[in-house]
């Protein structure tokens, strides 16, 4: 059921055979050069009627089993068929597709074996595999079988018997996995630099440390990758996985060197960094204080920091990014003092290393150096602003609330940047300025001196950034420039902020931080309700008059 098939879609007529019986002769020959064809650029494929086979699987996998015994047996029946040529069906799309729904459903031995099969008796069948496209999908999905193992142990205790054979099943499969593994480590700068493997490596770094997000899915060509972390879920492991991980971390800070170089390996060490800091802390610790001892210690311009160019790349300054997360309070403090320090604002200015900047100011805003850090960063917030990277005006502001420290500094300053500090008589407008990211004379178009009656400008445009960055002003101790601005509003805009989805969370944030000093509802705010499309004000409002309520009965 086997077939050979070109790369370039190419191949020779087939001939029927003469009359003079030569034709057996010519199909041995053309068989001697199939065999010899395969190490030239041939790729083996299932055939056609095995591909209709694993499709029709994947069809039955899609229906409900009638009970444990018919899946069971479906299970075994398939994975028979599969037995011989698990490696051509892995690496082929649709049995890829079949085998990664189908393993969830085999024991323990039977992803034992179908692992033991593709990694062959020395386990180098492992490295085609986990670099191709389709198979590497089906090695992560027998890898995370293992997160079941912790839920089977505890079933049922009592069962002995049942407990020991589920152990040597469980065995097959931790000896393939830490095969697996071995190969991994003897060929890691291979593993970690390609695209397919890379991704193998970083779901047995989760197995290993015993801690799984939701599994792979192929991004369609185009399409952004979200950046928000995975929630991941723990589970039991073999005590021979917590030796495997350190060993595993061992091998791949051989290649350190690649984590600043190439995009792909720097993701590998950024899972490194990810798993051990959730799951062996004081290894985490061990890697971070490498790493840094690496990146710093390159040779730059003199008084320059090596850091400083590898802020600016787009490969190292992610995994700096998952470094600064991670880092204790003396790593933060020791980064800003010797490498960072008086460059601050240029970094929050690069198209780049603004990333990491954001990343350094969350993860100061607890401790004493964050003061240091706010004063050097608030001399260049209009030049921040002007240059599009409102995340680091955001995270600073969101920092001021989390430490409670510099928020009037921090509310003047922006009034300054927006142009509506003087005279006072602007204060009023901070709301609709800070929302809209526009400066006072941009939003109001016009040029007005003081005393000069200012024109009703409609609210129009609510942007990500600006609803961010008032709900962060939101919980700062002194908001009544905030709250006076709402109050001023008109109904009109009222509604178009209860209406907004960002400007919802703007008003949400403002009435419920602030209802412990009585409900907030401006006069505009009750006729925007009575208008009958402000169901979200209404909402909003008698949630703020309730928790009015039960405080003041409280007090």
Known sequence: MLVNERRNGGGKKRKHPSADGSGEEKKRKRGEEKHKGQGEGEKIRLDALSVGYFRRVGERLSEEFQDNEEREMFVENVLSEVKGKASLVAMDRTGSITLQRLLPLATFEQVGGVLAELGGESGSGFKVVSCDRCGGHVVESALRQMSRWSEA????????????????????????????????????????????????????????????????????????????????????????????????????????????????????????????????PKLCKQLLKRITEYLTGHSAAPGVSPLLVFLKDQASSHLIETMIQFSHKSLLRDLYKHHLKGNLVDLALHAIANFPIQRLTAASAKHKHFIRLFDELVQGVEAILASGHMGVIVQLAESCAESGERQDEMMQCLLQAFHCAEPGSRHVSCLPLFMSLLTYEVYYQSEAAEGSTQKEVPLTSICYHGSRLVQALAKFKERSLLLSSLRTMSPADLLTLASDPAGSHVLQALITTSSDKGPVCPNGLLEARQSGAGSRVEQLHSQSEKKHRSRTRSM
Not at 247 to 270: G, K, P
């Open 153 to 280: 142990s505890q079933e049922d205790p009592s069962a002995t018997t049942e407990e020991e054979e589920e152990e040597a099943e469980v065995g097959l499969l931790e000896t393939q996995v830490l095969c697996l593994s071995q190969v991994i480590r003897d060929n890691s700068s291979e593993f970690i630099r390609h695209v397919h493997g890379s991704h193998v490596v970083r779901t047995l770094m989760h197995v290993l440390g015993g801690c799984l997000g939701p599994p792979r899915t192929e991004a369609r060509p185009g399409g952004k990758e979200r950046r928000t972390a995975p929630q991941l879920t723990d589970f039991e492991i073999p005590t021979s996985f917590w030796y495997e991980l350190k060993s595993l971390t061992e091998a791949l800070m051989e290649n350190i060197q690649l984590s600043v170089r190439d995009a792909v390996a720097s993701a590998v060490f950024q899972t490194m960094l990810t798993v051990c800091h959730r799951k062996r």
